[in-house]
């Protein structure tokens, strides 16, 4: 059996696009230098990549193998089955955060909400993967 489910986060959106905009008019008023045209395309195309990136997060279980990726398939992340003792849907806490956060014994990847499933693995670190498809994702990686 084969899962695989993209969530999908415009937070981001809602944050960078405002910025972006009070940015570029604050520019056009202040008749600004060509370094201050060339730092606020940097800061734009940074934060473009940011939002591509960290906007979505893709996770497929297909054999032995689960597969997590940010964006379009950057930063990623692959964890056998075998290495996997244990399964469990879990909440998150709020302050855990978005993107990929050190959390106590291991590590998240989240794009949105609290819902998520923990891995434990034969090392003792966790993994934990944030979905809105908390059961589905569970039963994926169970069988």
Known sequence: MRYEHTQRSYLLHWIVVPLFLVTVVG???GGSTLWAWVLVTAFAVAFAWLVVT???LTVIVDGDQIRV???RGWPRKTVSKREVTSVRPVRNQWWY???IRFI???TLWNVWGLGGVELRLESG???RIGTDDVDG????IAL
């Open 27 to 29: 520019m056009f008023s």
């Open 54 to 56: 960290f906007s979505m």
């Open 69 to 71: 990726y940010f964006g």
């Open 97 to 99: 955060g978005l993107g």
């Open 104 to 106: 106590p014994k291991g």
């Open 125 to 127: 670190r966790v993994f």
């Open 137 to 140: 994702l569970t039963a994926a």
